[in-house]
């Protein structure tokens, strides 16, 4: 039998605070349509509970912050690979979770709910606690949106605030 009334239990109603850190692991150098260019390792985390990621917004720097095209287009495509564990990444074993569908204007939205290859992984990016390492590649374009070559020109990526960072809708 039960007996009334059932009293619950508080819960204590706070924020939850998304750290993000990361590095360089780019290389010296890279060729024309080179493809998964590894650019950076991140590392997410939460203070207490768990956010769902749904896109991750990169900026590009490098040639392209002359403007009017030229390095618009040096970079084509940005992915975001999940780590499996090893700090390293190796296409093969890491996951790949998602790929903008264009690089373009310096910035490249990467869809983290459209490319999950494993049909039993969730439909965005859970982060928790424990630290989510994340590699983020690039495919190296020929031609800017200036019509020029991209070869003697210099792109990087970076994660430029919190607003690149968009939970679920």
Do not use: C
């Amino acid at each position: 039998a039960t007996t009334y009334p059932f009293v619950g239990t508080n819960v204590a109603i706070e924020a939850i605070y998304l750290s993000a850190s990361g590095f360089t692991v780019a290389p010296a150098g890279a060729g024309q349509n080179q493809t998964e260019v590894p650019f950076l390792q991140l590392e997410l985390k939460t203070s207490s509970d768990f956010v769902n990621i749904d896109k991750i917004r990169f900026r590009q720097y490098g040639t392209v912050d002359a403007g009017g095209g030229v390095g618009d287009g040096d970079l084509t495509k940005m992915s975001v690979w999940k780590d499996n564990g090893d700090r390293v990444f190796t296409p093969a074993n890491d996951t790949l979770l998602g790929s903008s569908a264009a690089f373009a204007g310096g910035s490249a939205l990467v869809d983290l709910s459209a490319g999950a290859l494993d049909t039993t992984a969730l439909p965005y990016l859970r982060v928790s606690t424990a630290a989510t390492r994340l590699f983020v590649t690039g495919d190296i374009g020929v031609l800017d949106r200036a019509a020029g070559t991209t070869i003697g020109h210099v792109a990087g990526l970076r994660l430029a605030t919190y607003d690149d960072i968009f939970g679920l809708n």
